[in-house]
């Protein structure tokens, strides 16, 4: 069974806005204002929570990472009860989802967000459905890049190892791809641009419009 998994931060939606509100939050708390900008900091937020508090902290002049691993929790806190306020859904991520399953394709999900926090968002929006599978970075011992997350997504979505491509954003999913022997396709309209070429995945996404052409190629 062909099967296409999907990164989530920064691959399905931008979700950017409301991890750095979450951790101007934190920072807010400290008096210290807020130190990151939703505008700017984009990769940042992609790279999660702990990397947009050390971020903080250095603009802050004081790098801290005891504060890095205490405000990890209260930024996911924060984060939880205000996941959907500016997070939106990329242009023609949901009819790509849909033109893949009518074809036959399973589909599902393999991120680094905390499984019960990307399990929320996909149903507040409103498309957790579309996906057979959703594995986060603490549903298993392991997270990407290592290729166990992804070969349980592939296995939970119902699809079959070997006739799988993960699409993605970061060198994180490129990494994970390989290590699990399969393609990736990364995508070039998020926070790292076309700069993701360097990466040398098996196919470059510009749009969604593109996806089911090239996930048929790679997956004949």
Known sequence: MRTVIFDLDGTLADTSGDLIAAANACFRA?????????A?????????????????FERLGRPDPDAVERLYPVLLGHYG?????YTTLYPGAVEAVEALR????????????????????????????????LIGADTLAHRKPHPAPYIASVEQAGGTLTRSLLVGDTATDRETARAAGVASVLVTFG???????????????????ALLPIVEKLLP
Do not use: H, W
């Open 40 to 56: 700017k900091d984009v990769a940042t937020a992609f790279a999660g929570g702990k990397a947009m508090l050390s971020l903080g």
């Open 102 to 133: 009518a074809k036959g394709f399973k589909t599902g999900i393999c991120t680094n967000k905390p499984e019960a926090l990307a399990q929320d968002l996909m149903t507040r929006l409103g498309v957790r459905d579309l996906f057979g599978s």
């Open 191 to 209: 926070a790292e641009g076309d700069r993701v070429a360097a990466l040398a995945p098996e196919a470059l996404l510009p749009n969604y419009q």
């Open 30 to 38: 400290l008096g210290e204002g807020d130190p990151l900008d939703p």
């Open 81 to 85: 009860e205000a996941i959907d306020v």
